[in-house]
């Protein structure tokens, strides 16, 4: 015989599973939010790529300054040896310029040896985190599809469910239903217990003779420890089997 309680147990066991199935979902959609191994491989490129540009802005800006001495020295030494100056102070003014020039020239050369290797370190750096990058987007790409399949499966069920729900609820007793619906505010899921032994299947606490008999008489009865509606066990409800 099929009582108010074993309905009243069928439908918390359509609702759990509704409840294990929407927190699926929302780790689901939490999920596909976004990759934090992808949001890592955009910001190290990103900070790659930022410090590729700035070496090699510093490569030109010392290799724009070695060009500047350089035509500079050979500006100095012509007016040196054409013999356009003839003054022995000013010739010793310009020797002493193209000396410190060539001193400049010397260490300029030396800096944009330095940033030319420093730029082509940031360019390696650049193009393993940009290769990293589109491996880290090849498997979130594959990974969202996933996650798409198990959102849609998902909101597919739980469509189902809600139907079953919906349709079960129909065919209980209001009053029944307010008594399930006042214990599931106070206590939450489960509310319904099976009578397992002449115990209550939640709390293990004996149920009385009285009790047990209401129970096979398919009355509504609750539990005296922990309150919660009891039925008489079946398979089902022994095995807490989903719906």
């Known amino acids: 015989m099929t009582t108010s309680a074993h ?18 979902l929302r780790q689901v959609q939490k999920a596909l939010r976004g990759s934090r ?14 410090a590729y540009v700035q070496a090699r802005q510093r490569q030109r800006e010392l290799e724009d300054e070695l060009s500047q001495v350089e035509a500079k020295i050979r500006q100095e030494e012509e007016r ?19 000396n410190h020039l060539k001193e400049r020239q010397n260490h300029l050369s030396n800096e944009v040896l330095q940033a ?27 990974r969202r599809a ?7 499966k998902l909101t597919r069920y739980l469509a ?19 008594r399930y619906e006042y214990l599931k ?19 293990g606490v004996a149920v009385s003779q ?7 008489r398919g009355d509504l009865v609750q539990c005296g420890n922990c309150d919660r509606i009891l039925v008489r066990a079946t398979r089902n409800t022994s095995q807490h089997k989903r719906a």
């Open 160 to 178: 189902v469910m809600q139907k079953k729900v919906s349709q079960l609820r129909a065919t209980i007793n209001a009053a029944d239903i307010e």
């Open 37 to 50: 191994k992808l949001a890592k491989a955009q910001r190290d490129f990103e900070e790659a790529e930022v």
């Open 185 to 203: 505010a106070r206590k939450g899921l489960p509310v319904v217990a099976p009578l397992q032994d002449e115990v209550c299947g939640l709390c």
């Open 80 to 98: 040196l040896y054409n013999g356009s100056v003839r003054n022995p102070k000013e010739l010793s003014a310009i020797q002493e310029e193209v």
């Open 7 to 24: 309905l009243l147990f069928e439908l918390q066991q359509l609702e759990q599973d509704i409840a294990e199935k929407e927190e699926k």
């Open 146 to 152: 996933k996650l798409q399949k198990a959102e849609e």
């Open 116 to 142: 030319l290797e420093a730029a082509e370190r940031a360019k390696q750096v650049r193009d393993e985190a940009a290769t990293a990058l589109r491996a880290a987007e090849a498997d979130w790409q594959k």
């Open 210 to 216: 009285q009790k047990i008999i209401a129970v096979q």
